[in-house]
């Protein structure tokens, strides 16, 4: 049986888009150090997902704008991402195991697992994998606005974030439905 893990990364943060992955991990390669990705050290993280990459049977991202979020809300913008992780796996799993209650609109055979980033490890992979990549992204928004500090706090509702949103103002990368940013949004 060929079982995928699904997991997102960024549901909490001001700023940046929401990222799924989906991952099916080869059973005959071990990983070592696969656990919660909120458990790893960022640098740990990074080199973990190289080597999910390199030996897993499939793996996929999915995402889902700041724009999309502020459209059809933080839940339904997370399991959109995670349609569209499934939709770009080249491998179709039989079962789809999901990280949490919720579990995106698919065809294939989906089981949902409470704390499932702490006990399945292809669910482990994916949450490592989409923090990565949604950490990744958040770095390069660094570039375009190095004055909110994104590539320290990705996008989190942090001291710095909200007073750089106080100094500086909305970008298009914040999602304007989330209280903070609409506060500081109508008052400027």
Known sequence: MIEA??????????AGPVFAAAVILDKRESIIGLNDSKKISEKNRELIAKEIKAKAKGWSIGISTAAE???MNILRASLMAMERAIRSL???PDLILVDGI?????ELRVRTVIRGDQSEKNIMAA?????VHRDNYMRGVDNTYPEYGFKQHKGYPTKMHLE????YGVTKEHRLSFKPVKLINESS
């Open 102 to 106: 919720h579990s995106p609109d698919t």
């Open 164 to 167: 750089a949103l106080k100094s």
């Open 5 to 14: 893990g699904l997991d997102e990364a960024g549901r909490g943060p001001l």
């Open 69 to 71: 979020i502020d459209q």
């Open 127 to 131: 949450s490592i994998l989409a923090k």
């Open 90 to 92: 080249k491998v179709i």
